[in-house]
């Protein structure tokens, strides 16, 4: 159980590094050489920043064939990324929306185009990854941390991972599934 509970901190922790955040200032030091504490409106942004990184990461439609990222600027949150159905972009405007201290919500969500040639890309490009020894970990959790956007046969790979190795892995992984024009990878490389 406690190997669970760890193997999924730290794919939740892992995805953390998909969404982007909103300009958080670490402590600057001041004229003696004290430290500066964090000003209202940065620890608001944070509180606004953790809560809408809550608010997507449980969005009960979102799946590994999703990407959503958010920018968050004092009030005014923006939505990017790209999403398989409308109803997932819908719902994550109204979730952000309703956090305490967001005044505007620019919804800049990409709809996928429906095709069956793409549904069958996602399902062959995540089991190339993720029946492979080496990235199986990546499969844990219930929203594991590596992201496959495929568009008109063009697959995006999103997200976290250990080493190198382990991307160039993924990037060789997707290459191999038979009709994938191109893959862009854009996992980035977790540092210690």
């Known amino acids: 159980m406690m190997k669970r509970t760890l193997v999924c901190a730290l794919a939740g922790a892992m995805w953390l590094g998909v969404f982007g955040t909103g300009v958080a200032q670490e402590p600057t030091a001041n ?26 990461v449980t969005l009960p439609q979102l799946t590994i064939f999703d990407n959503l990222q958010y920018k968050v600027d004092g009030n005014k949150v923006t939505l990017m990324g790209q999403v398989r159905d409308a109803i997932l972009k819908d719902s994550a405007e109204k979730r952000v ?20 040639n793409d549904d069958r890309i996602r399902r062959e490009v995540a089991r190339a990854l993720f029946n492979d020894e080496r990235l199986f970990r990546y499969s844990m959790g219930s929203l594991p941390p590596i992201h496959i956007i495929v568009k008109n046969g063009h697959v995006t790979l999103q997200g976290v991972v250990n080493s190198e190795a382990d991307k160039n892995e993924a990037n ?10 191109s893959v862009d990878n854009n996992l980035q490389v977790q540092k210690s």
């Open 31 to 56: 004229s003696n050489g004290g430290m500066q504490s964090t000003t209202g409106s940065q620890r608001m942004q944070d509180r606004v920043s953790r809560e809408v990184f809550h608010e997507l």
């Open 97 to 116: 929306k309703s956090i305490e201290g967001v005044e505007s919500v620019n919804n800049q969500i990409e709809i996928l185009p429906a095709s069956g």
């Open 172 to 181: 060789i992984r997707a290459n191999s599934v038979p009709g994938v024009f």
